[in-house]
T-cell receptor
Framework: DTAVSQTPKYLVTQMGNDKSIKCEQN?????MYWYKQDSKKFLKIMFS???????INETVPNRFSPKSPDKAHLNLHINSLELGDSAVYFC????????????????FGEGSRLTVL | RKEVEQDPGPFNVPEGATVAFNCTYS??????FFWYRQDCRKEPKLLMS?????NEDGRFTAQLNRASQYISLLIRDSKLSDSATYLC?????????WGAGTKLIIKP
């Protein structure tokens, strides 16, 4: 039973399209994240939610909109896709949120590989 | 200077050898530290957390040197399956700063 699951695993689409990636965790964690890993393999945080509330919103184009319907789900919608959006998007969850030393103990999903043509 | 720096490698190491690599961080107020491993085309997985001076788990030892502001990861008796990229993460005021990773290749 997968702890953090993302769908779809692969996404190939044309520039200008809108797409969504879904994430669900069954660990009972309060905090969820979206990370982007580009071709240089650098992991960059995009958003963090704690109990459905947005707590981190890094400098990300407003074409990216996260949505957390409940604390077990965090979805990512991307409008007007651009070539530079091609990357692997990882969802992660953590029991600890801000204020805990264990904030760095994350469980990642398998990633969603987005290719924009 | 980057907030978290790692030698990108690759480190090519024969099976059975001991290998160590460092991660330097710039903010002396950093509170906790984490090592993750990431296999090719897979997600990062937590290897070890460090909250005080260090931590040990089997063949893996992490040591924190606050005076020199680095954390090291030592792998003893390396296995082929240890081949991966090792990512250092620093907790700075409850924000996570990720290193770019060190690639390790264990050769038979």
């Amino acid at each position: 039973d997968t702890a953090v699951s993302q769908t779809p695993k692969y996404l190939v689409t044309q520039m200008g399209n809108d797409k969504s990636i879904k994430c669900e965790q069954n660990l009972g964690h309060d905090t969820m994240y979206w990370y982007k890993q580009d071709s240089k393999k650098f992991l960059k945080i995009m958003f963090s939610y704690n109990n459905k509330e947005l707590i981190i919103n890094e400098t990300v184009p407003n074409r990216f909109s996260p949505k957390s319907p409940d604390k077990a789900h965090l979805n990512l919608h991307i409008n007007s896709l651009e070539l530079g959006d091609s990357a692997v998007y990882f969802c992660a969850s953590s029991q600890a949120g801000g204020g805990s030393q264990r904030v760095g103990e994350l469980f990642f999903g398998e990633g969603s590989r987005l290719t924009v043509l | 200077r980057k907030e978290v720096e790692q030698d990108p490698g690759p480190f090519n190491v024969p099976e059975g050898a001991t290998v160590a690599f460092n991660c330097t961080y710039s903010n002396s107020a950093s509170q906790s530290f984490f090592w993750y491993r990431q296999d090719c085309r897979k997600e990062p997985k937590l290897l070890m957390s460090v909250y005080s001076s260090g931590n040990e788990d089997g063949r893996f030892t992490a040591q924190l040197n606050r005076a020199s502001q680095y954390i090291s990861l030592l792998i003893r008796d390396s296995k082929l399956s240890d081949s991966a990229t090792y990512l250092c993460v620093v907790n700075k005021n409850y924000q996570l700063i990720w290193g770019a990773g060190t690639k390790l290749i264990i050769k038979p």
